[in-house]
């Protein structure tokens, strides 16, 4: 068994407009997509494969029925993957743990990890915040300090940030991201800017189910990545976090070599152009590597992979 493309989901944000349909090439996209999800078994929202002999059936139906092709996993498909290009500042937000998600009825809780395909010289994004406990956060919220309250951390084209559940966080305006999220779809934000809608209104914040899910464990607010590298004679394997949630691997190909691994792969192009098994790929494809698939490739390109 070969490589299988998939079809990316387009995903309209009020901070979105044209660039992740330029930057990746999807001209069918409409403006105001503010990411395309490249690999998705949500319910209702799961990626549909365009190689035969699945070509039709989308990433859900081929977990649930073609486990051959990840290596018999049990449960529900564990990610959503991601490419995000914010033409404005995210929301503050935070996602909860797996206690905090269990009684709201999901199984695990929600960790999550970027990768910086581009940003500018000035990009930072919000990461953590100074309060030490939630007495002390209240306060900042109820003087309206936001800006005492939030840290922000540098970011770099390369970089790699991984989010833990219960981080206070947001994507800012300034870069191209690679995104690594737990599949559970709970999102609770927290400030929004005082933003309005066409229509005048201030978009629905979670605020106490946030603060109800925030650490104030300043060691959670530190990006400590520790990644591993491998290289062969063209390509360049780095291995940047491997945890419960997910391992997250950036291969950088120049010339020809050949890739295996005894996962499955969740593959997206982010950079350059080349071959994969003979097939021309290029920015923004995205192809399933199945489990013990050996696969050739050619060129001078980034693929980063997810697997569980």
Not at 233 to 244: E, L, P, W, Y
Not at 257 to 275: N, P, R
Request: charged share 25%.
């Amino acid at each position: 068994m070969g490589i299988l493309f998939f079809k990316p989901i387009p995903r309209p944000a009020i901070w979105g407009h044209t660039l992740v349909k330029d930057y990746f090439g999807y001209q069918d996209f409409p403006d105001g997509i503010g990411q395309s999800w490249s690999f998705s078994a949500q319910e209702k929202d799961s990626t549909v494969c365009l190689t035969e002999p699945y070509q039709g059936m989308t990433l859900r139906d081929l977990w649930i029925h073609h486990q051959e092709l990840f290596g018999n996993q049990e449960g529900e498909f564990p990610v959503i993957i991601s490419l995000v290009g914010p033409e404005d500042d995210l929301s503050l937000q935070v996602h909860p743990d797996a206690k905090h998600a269990q009684k709201v009825g999901f199984s695990s809780g929600k960790n999550e990890a970027w990768y910086f395909i581009e940003a500018n010289d000035d990009a930072n994004i919000v990461y953590g915040h100074h309060a030490k406990d939630e007495k002390e956060l209240r306060k900042y919220i109820q003087e309206d300090r936001w800006d005492e309250l939030i840290k922000h951390l540098d970011v770099h084209p390369g970089d790699f940030v991984y989010l833990p559940a219960g981080l206070l966080h947001a994507l800012k305006k300034g870069s191209i991201v690679y995104e690594i999220q737990q599949a559970t779809d709970i999102t609770y934000r927290f400030y929004d800017y005082h933003r309005k809608d066409a229509a005048g209104n201030e978009r629905e914040l979670h605020l106490e189910q946030a603060i109800d899910c925030l650490s104030y464990d300043p060691k959670e607010m530190e990006n400590h990545i520790q990644p591993v590298v491998s290289e062969t004679a063209h390509m360049k394997q780095t291995v940047f976090i491997s945890n419960d949630s997910f391992t997250v691997t950036k291969l950088e190909i120049d010339g020809q070599d050949t890739y295996q691994s005894d996962h499955y792969q969740l593959a997206t192009i982010v950079k350059g152009q080349g071959k994969v098994d003979n097939q021309e790929v290029k920015v923004g494809d995205n192809f399933l590597i199945p489990v013990n698939c050996e696969i050739k490739v050619d060129g001078q390109m980034t693929i980063m992979m997810t697997t569980k």
